[in-house]
């Protein structure tokens, strides 16, 4: 068993309350651990969009709130982050682009709402890839994010900055969005969890350019915290008229349940034969012999399911090439070039070809749910590597979409049903692995439980990026 952290910028959320309840650690002394750590390590990392100068101000009114014996919510005083696809009251959305409006957003996103109606402290908003189109975690606007494993590599996207952010303990709470896995991929490359919820489990709204399958979730170093997040975000907003009820359940209820008796389904196919490294299988077999330890029935099964690339294609490329049309003309030359040949390589379609795309998402969301009437649980791999260099161009993205980015993930948002990644250890070059659980539409809690029972066996230890920033600096000193 690890030993407890003692720096408050090493510590989880629950922990970091648990101090404030005891008057044992004020907000205050919390948010200058960690802004000691961006200090230090962001100028490489490149974490952030924007930070927020009013954070310290936050951090004050929580102390007193806490002194008070009077916190406003779940998370007051805990410092967290959102990522540049949510609108931030005061704050520019850019999206990652050179052609985004510049302009502070006028209100908050739900997400952002439920935050500060827990008290959270706002740290920044993180960097994306543009408009949240790909894996390689660079944008057009901020540069090239990096994973604080090793700086050679990249974190993975869209929610490049999260991942970035989470990893190397910027706080210990953060928001992504996923709507091809991208949440879930850069918490594997990162050695977070990562949650995509139920489709509209987190209102969204403004709608994103992937309305149709993105959702909005926790990225944390540990279950206990992506569950606590989930339920302050996770609340019903009339702005959405896709949202779920609102359920007001604290999501860490009943997830130390364990998974015995459940029955649990190794994936191996998702309509195509996906690439896995031996590596990633090795991650797989571990996950499947801690679940099996835990008293769950493992068993290896197909779905049965259509090619999800067909489907999966088509929605991101419909998405993209609306991108591109809404663009002023003068403008185009600004957008990442990859968005750009998605846009015009899978974009082109009729009204007629776009609607029987969404019939065979139903299909598959469909073929899915008949299977979780055997299965409580279905275990995947979550990507196909560990991470891959932060300085390779994109080339030919369709091919690389399944290739070397979601070939894991996707069909878990056509399917619109909760997905967790969780880390299952580290590879030969000390790398973060990982493995995927997933359970039906609305079955979150689930997950929960599965993945943390992958959790507490993994035992995972945190990022070094003192040691990363060190082989930086004599990278480029020899």
């Not at 279950?223 to 702005?239: E, H, N, P, Q, T």
Request: net charge neutral.
């Amino acid at each position: 068993m690890s030993e407890l952290p003692t720096d408050p910028a090493l510590m989880g959320a629950e922990a970091l309350l648990s101090l404030y309840a005891r008057r044992a650690l004020s907000p205050i002394e919390a948010l200058k651990a960690v802004t000691e750590r961006i200090a230090r390590y962001n100028p490489w990392v490149n974490a952030f969009a924007a930070l927020n100068p009013r954070a310290l101000a936050q951090a004050g009114e929580s102390e007193a709130r806490w002194m008070a014996g009077r916190p406003l919510g779940p998370l007051d005083g805990v410092p967290v982050t959102v990522k540049d696809l949510l609108n931030v009251a005061g704050f520019p959305t850019r999206r990652g682009s050179r052609v985004s409006d510049p302009a502070p957003a006028a209100e908050d996103a739900p997400a952002v709402l439920g935050l500060k109606a827990s008290g959270a402290v706002l740290l920044g908003k993180t960097t994306t890839t543009e408009y949240g189109w790909k894996t390689p975690g660079d944008c057009p606007l901020h540069g090239i994010t990096r994973n604080p494993w090793n700086p050679r590599r990249t974190t993975g996207g869209s929610s490049s900055g999260a991942g970035a952010a989470g990893a190397a303990c910027f706080g210990p709470l953060h928001v992504g969005t996923d709507a091809g896995g991208s949440i879930r991929i850069p918490a594997a490359f990162c050695g977070l969890v990562g949650v995509k919820p139920s489709y509209g489990r987190v209102p969204q709204w403004p709608q994103s350019a992937f309305g149709s399958v993105s959702v909005a979730g926790p990225m944390t170093r540990g279950v206990r915290d992506a569950a606590l997040l989930l339920g302050a975000i996770g609340r019903a907003d009339i702005r959405d008229p896709y949202c779920l009820p609102d359920d007001p359940r604290d999501w860490r209820d009943g997830i130390e349940d364990g998974v015995r008796r459940m029955r649990i389904a190794l994936v191996r196919r998702l309509g195509f034969d996906a690439p896995l490294d031996a590596e990633g299988e090795a991650a797989l077999h571990r996950a499947l012999h801690w679940l099996q330890e835990a008293g769950a029935v493992v068993e290896e099964a197909d779905p049965d399911l259509p090619d999800t690339r067909a489907v999966f294609a088509r929605v991101w490329g419909a998405a993209l090439a609306r991108l591109v049309a809404t663009t002023p003309e003068e403008r185009r030359e600004q957008l990442d070039p990859g968005l750009v040949e998605v846009a015009r390589r899978e974009g082109g379609m009729s009204a007629v070809e776009f609607l029987g795309a969404e019939a065979l998402r139903a299909e598959v969301a469909h073929r899915m749910a008949r299977f979780h009437l055997r299965y409580d649980l279905v275990l995947t791999a979550c990507t196909p590597t560990a991470a891959f260099a932060a300085d390779d161009p994109t080339v030919n993205p369709a091919t690389a979409l399944w290739r070397d980015w979601a070939p894991w993930t996707a069909a878990f948002n056509l399917t619109r049903q909760p997905a967790i990644s969780v880390p299952a250890g580290l590879d030969a070059e000390g790398m973060p692995r990982a493995v995927q659980v997933a359970a039906a539409q609305g079955r979150d809690d689930l997950c929960f439980r599965a993945a943390r029972v992958i959790e507490r066996a993994a035992n995972f230890p945190l990022a070094d990026p003192g040691l990363a920033q060190k082989a930086l600096r004599a990278a480029a000193q020899g």
